[in-house]
């Protein structure tokens, strides 16, 4: 790194001796700007590291917002110098180039845009956060990675797609052997791209007229690209090598992995799903990235009431706790936070999971592959003989795996599983459906909860957000003085920290511990409608109320309360 930041700093006094010696201690750790450095350890905030750079090298503070830099970004197609040095085009006049710095003395770094892109480069100070939260905007998250490709090539332009799809119709479409390959290139920026974004899905469907790349963030799907329908093909095929499944299968749907090798000591798995559709081949991959999940119990939304309730069922040498939702309600990070909670040298953990989303160090974890016979219910038996303290199964499906379940409750063990319903009183109807025995039910369950996610608002750009007098009307009428007088709501076009205005999830949730009353009942064959009515009078806040309590407190909007939980 060539920057004279520190240098600067300290010859103005602005620096101490000591905060010098442990930023240089700091850079030697890990790979750091400087900029970055000074903020993280708060040394400086952003605006007054911006305002002393200022001052004094005697250079005005830019604001990024006041340039089209998207459109000067994609004029200059280079996100690899951008991801790599931390700097932002905003503006391309003639043969000039204005770039944004967060640290006008790295003169290097803009002496390496001038040599690659032949611009005459003119640096602008910013703010550090400010053109951080661009960047993130244009591209996501920085990431280090070892591919060479995300540093060193240019970006896959419009024009190098056309070219490709324009080969397509001319060759079999199966170039796709080798890494250097241009739709290799191409797939590697999108799912670089996706982990930056914090992408949960990436969406590849082709259609007859057009082929569209969709990812899902924060819950929505979004739009990333249209690349040429002639392609869509070959993305496909690529996109099964690098999972190791059948490429000549075109007929069925297949399933594989892809293991995305980031540094030395870090690589993302994603889960590949293959579907053949009129148009061809939609692929699906879903991000399991470990490392950028929080198991922090206290980070997840619960409110004291709730928490105390979780943590106490946790505590219990036996029983079951269930989660409930529909897929993408962060069932697996609230199971996985309860069991990093347990996770102890004193405890034998067992888990059975279809597959694997997250690895926790200390826990013995287990792939099921139905193919082979090794289903919830054979695992769940294996563990039994394993001496376990608590085990865990990813979901309980069938009558078999419930009565497992049920017979390891009873017996000494504490167990942990979802389901797929609404709410947790309609998890006893679910089981009972299943086949299980209520005297079974209300002897074995400690803990329900039910739960969804909802986008946060952005800290940066949400609004006041004043109720119409028919819309308050209709609200207080179900939830009385509940209902806040000064509600927030997103900034849909969003902001450069943002996703049209949300950043972010929380969870909402229902949590029913199983009372004595609630046993007796649930033994006595209840309805859900009157187990819900015994919970609430113990005091159990419905996922509609947890849901105003969040929007009490400004975390969410009531358009998302609405689109998640039917306000």
Same mark, same amino acid.
């Given at each position: 790194?060539?920057?004279?930041?520190?240098?600067?700093?300290?010859? #103005?006094?602005?620096?101490?001796? #000591?905060?010098?010696?442990? =930023?240089?201690?700091?850079?030697? /750790?890990?790979?750091?700007?400087?900029?970055?450095?000074?903020?993280?350890?708060?040394?400086?905030?952003?605006?007054?590291?911006?305002?002393?750079?200022?001052?004094?090298?005697?250079?005005?503070?830019?604001?990024?917002?006041?340039?089209?830099?998207?459109?000067?970004?994609?004029?200059?197609?280079?996100?690899?110098?951008?991801?790599?040095?931390?700097?932002?085009?905003?503006?391309?006049?003639?043969?000039?180039?204005?770039?944004?710095?967060?640290?006008?003395?790295?003169?290097?770094?803009?002496?390496?845009?001038?040599?690659?892109?032949?611009?005459?480069?003119?640096?602008?100070?910013?703010?550090?956060?400010?053109?951080?939260? =661009?960047?993130?905007?244009? !591209?996501?998250?920085?990431?280090?990675?070892?591919?060479?490709?995300?540093?060193?090539?240019?970006?896959?332009?419009?024009?190098?797609?056309?070219?490709?799809? &324009?080969?397509?119709?001319?060759?079999?479409?199966?170039?796709?052997?080798?890494?250097?390959?241009?739709?290799?290139? !191409?797939? @590697?920026?999108?799912?670089?791209? #996706?982990?930056?974004? @914090?992408?949960?899905?990436?969406?590849?469907?082709?259609?007859?007229?057009?082929?569209?790349?969709?990812?899902?963030?924060?819950?929505?799907?979004?739009? !990333?690209?249209?690349?040429?329908?002639?392609?869509?093909?070959?993305?496909?095929?690529?996109?099964?090598?690098?999972?190791?499944?059948?490429? =000549?299968?075109?007929?069925?749907?297949?399933?594989?992995?892809?293991?995305?090798?980031?540094?030395?000591?870090?690589?993302? &798995?994603?889960?590949?799903?293959?579907?053949?559709? /009129?148009?061809?081949?939609?692929?699906?991959?879903?991000?399991?990235?470990?490392?950028?999940?929080?198991?922090?119990?206290?980070?997840?939304?619960?409110?004291?009431?709730?928490?105390?309730?979780?943590?106490?069922?946790?505590?219990?040498?036996?029983?079951?706790?269930?989660?409930?939702?529909?897929?993408?309600?962060?069932?697996?990070?609230?199971?996985?936070?309860?069991?990093?909670?347990?996770?102890?040298?004193?405890?034998?953990?067992?888990?059975?999971? &279809?597959?694997?989303?997250?690895?926790?160090?200390?826990?013995?974890?287990?792939?099921?592959? #139905?193919?082979?016979?090794?289903?919830? =219910?054979?695992?769940?038996?294996?563990?039994?003989?394993?001496?376990?303290?608590?085990?865990?199964?990813?979901?309980?499906? &069938?009558?078999?795996?419930?009565?497992?379940?049920?017979?390891?409750?009873?017996?000494?063990?504490?167990?942990?599983?979802?389901?797929?319903?609404?709410?947790?009183?309609?998890?006893?109807?679910?089981?009972?459906?299943?086949?299980?025995?209520?005297?079974?039910?209300?002897?074995?369950?400690?803990?329900?909860?039910?739960?969804?996610?909802?986008?946060?608002?952005?800290?940066?750009?949400?609004?006041?957000?004043?109720?119409?007098?028919?819309?308050?009307?209709?609200?207080?009428?179900?939830?009385?003085?509940?209902?806040?007088?000064?509600?927030?709501?997103?900034?849909?076009?969003?902001?450069?920290?943002?996703?049209?205005?949300?950043?972010?999830?929380?969870?909402? !949730?229902?949590?029913?511990?199983?009372?004595?009353?609630?046993?007796?009942?649930?033994?006595?064959?209840?309805?859900?409608?009157?187990?819900?009515?015994?919970?609430?009078?113990?005091?159990?806040?419905?996922? /509609?109320?947890?849901?105003?309590?969040?929007?009490?407190?400004?975390?969410?909007?009531?358009?998302?309360?609405?689109?998640?939980?039917?306000?």
């Amino acid at each position: 790194m060539s920057s004279n930041l520190l240098q600067v700093l300290e010859n #103005a006094d602005k620096l101490t001796s #000591a905060q010098i010696e442990l =930023a240089h201690t700091l850079m030697e /750790q890990k790979p750091i700007s400087v900029p970055s450095l000074l903020i993280e350890n708060k040394f400086f905030t952003s605006s007054a590291l911006s305002s002393c750079i200022s001052s004094l090298l005697l250079e005005p503070v830019y604001s990024i917002e006041h340039f089209d830099y998207i459109l000067a970004a994609n004029q200059l197609n280079r996100r690899d110098l951008i991801l790599t040095y931390q700097m932002l085009p905003l503006q391309i006049e003639g043969n000039i180039l204005t770039l944004a710095v967060s640290d006008p003395t790295d003169i290097d770094a803009q002496n390496e845009f001038r040599f690659i892109t032949g611009f005459i480069v003119k640096g602008v100070l910013v703010d550090h956060n400010q053109l951080a939260g =661009a960047i993130r905007k244009l !591209y996501g998250k920085k990431i280090a990675s070892a591919k060479s490709a995300t540093h060193s090539n240019a970006s896959i332009s419009d024009s190098d797609l056309a070219q490709l799809a &324009d080969f397509e119709e001319h060759s079999d479409g199966e170039e796709t052997v080798s890494d250097e390959a241009p739709i290799s290139r !191409y797939i @590697q920026q999108v799912l670089f791209d #996706a982990i930056r974004k @914090q992408a949960s899905d990436i969406h590849f469907e082709p259609f007859e007229e057009h082929f569209q790349i969709r990812l899902r963030l924060d819950g929505m799907l979004q739009l !990333y690209s249209s690349p040429p329908v002639g392609i869509a093909r070959r993305v496909s095929t690529r996109l099964k090598i690098l999972a190791k499944i059948n490429i =000549a299968e075109r007929r069925l749907p297949q399933d594989g992995r892809i293991k995305l090798n980031l540094t030395d000591g870090q690589s993302i &798995d994603m889960r590949v799903s293959t579907l053949p559709t /009129q148009w061809g081949e939609k692929v699906v991959l879903r991000i399991l990235d470990s490392s950028s999940v929080s198991l922090d119990i206290d980070l997840l939304g619960y409110n004291a009431n709730q928490k105390q309730a979780y943590l106490k069922a946790l505590e219990k040498p036996q029983g079951m706790i269930l989660m409930t939702g529909p897929t993408g309600s962060g069932k697996t990070v609230s199971l996985y936070s309860g069991l990093k909670y347990l996770n102890t040298e004193q405890r034998n953990i067992s888990t059975a999971e &279809d597959p694997v989303e997250i690895n926790l160090p200390g826990i013995n974890q287990v792939n099921i592959h #139905a193919e082979i016979n090794l289903t919830f =219910a054979a695992a769940l038996r294996a563990f039994l003989r394993q001496d376990p303290d608590i085990v865990m199964v990813g979901e309980i499906r &069938d009558l078999e795996t419930a009565e497992i379940c049920i017979k390891a409750a009873q017996t000494g063990h504490l167990v942990l599983s979802t389901l797929h319903t609404n709410s947790a009183a309609e998890s006893i109807t679910r089981l009972s459906n299943m086949g299980v025995a209520q005297y079974n039910l209300a002897g074995s369950l400690s803990l329900i909860i039910a739960q969804r996610l909802a986008r946060k608002l952005c800290v940066h750009c949400k609004s006041p957000h004043p109720l119409h007098d028919h819309q308050l009307k209709a609200l207080t009428q179900h939830y009385h003085s509940l209902i806040p007088e000064n509600m927030q709501t997103a900034n849909l076009e969003g902001c450069s920290h943002c996703n049209n205005g949300y950043l972010g999830r929380i969870g909402i !949730y229902e949590v029913m511990p199983i009372t004595p009353e609630l046993a007796e009942a649930i033994g006595n064959g209840a309805s859900a409608i009157r187990l819900e009515n015994i919970a609430k009078s113990h005091g159990m806040n419905t996922l /509609q109320l947890s849901g105003i309590e969040k929007l009490n407190e400004g975390i969410t909007s009531l358009a998302e309360l609405q689109r998640v939980i039917s306000l």
